[in-house]
């Protein structure tokens, strides 16, 4: 229990992606964004570490409320 509520037990997130690593990092330089890029922080899509909306899926499946890291230059 943690904080009063159940606490499932802990699963994997990553199931697809570099799984021989044992870390997955990605690192971006800001110059190469172009006006806006949009990162995936479910782990579910296809054009890792991009989002590609397979977020939508896995929360209608599971009732969560993932979605990714917007970044947009002001
Ligand atoms: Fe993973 Fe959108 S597909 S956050």
Known sequence: ???GQKVSTPHRQ?????LASDKVVDTFK????DGK???CR????????YCDGAHNKYNKETGDNL????I???
């Open 14 to 18: 990553n199931t697809t992606i570099k």
């Open 1 to 3: 229990y943690f904080l």
């Open 67 to 70: 979605g990714p890291l917007i």
């Open 42 to 49: 479910c782990w579910k899509s296809a054009k890792f570490p």
């Open 30 to 33: 800001t110059e190469g964004i």
């Open 72 to 74: 947009s230059k002001e």
């Open 37 to 39: 890029a949009v990162y």
